[in-house]
C-alpha cells in the first residue's frame, strides 16, 4: 500500500488525501475528483463561482469528501 500524504491548504489550514482530490481555492471545500470539483462551479468562463455543493448534486462523505450522487467518485 502507498503511504497517503495529506495534502495541506494553508489559507484555511483544511487537510485531504487522495490523489485525485481537489480543494477548491475560492470556497475551500474539498472534492473526491475534478469532475465532482467542477460541478459546483457555474457562470460564464470568466465570471465563475461556486455554488454550495450541496445544492449541485454533490454529496459529502465521511472524510469531507464530496462526490457526484449516487456514486463515491473514486
Ligand atoms: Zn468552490
Ligand atoms: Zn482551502
Known amino acids: 500500500m502507498p503511504i497517503r500524504t495529506p495534502f495541506v491548504h494553508p489559507p484555511c489550514g483544511r ?3 487522495g490523489q485525485r482530490a481537489e480543494h477548491c ?6 472534492f473526491a475528483s ?10 460564464p ?6 455554488l454550495p ?4 448534486a454533490l454529496w459529502q462523505d465521511a ?3 464530496w462526490h ?4 463515491p467518485d473514486l
Open 45 to 50: 468562463h470568466n465570471a465563475r463561482r461556486c
Open 63 to 65: 472524510r469531507g469528501l
Open 68 to 71: 457526484r450522487k449516487p456514486y
Open 25 to 30: 481555492p475560492a470556497c475551500h471545500e474539498t
Open 15 to 17: 487537510q485531504w488525501s
Open 53 to 56: 455543493p450541496a445544492t449541485a
Open 34 to 43: 475534478t469532475r465532482a470539483g467542477d460541478a459546483h462551479r457555474t457562470g
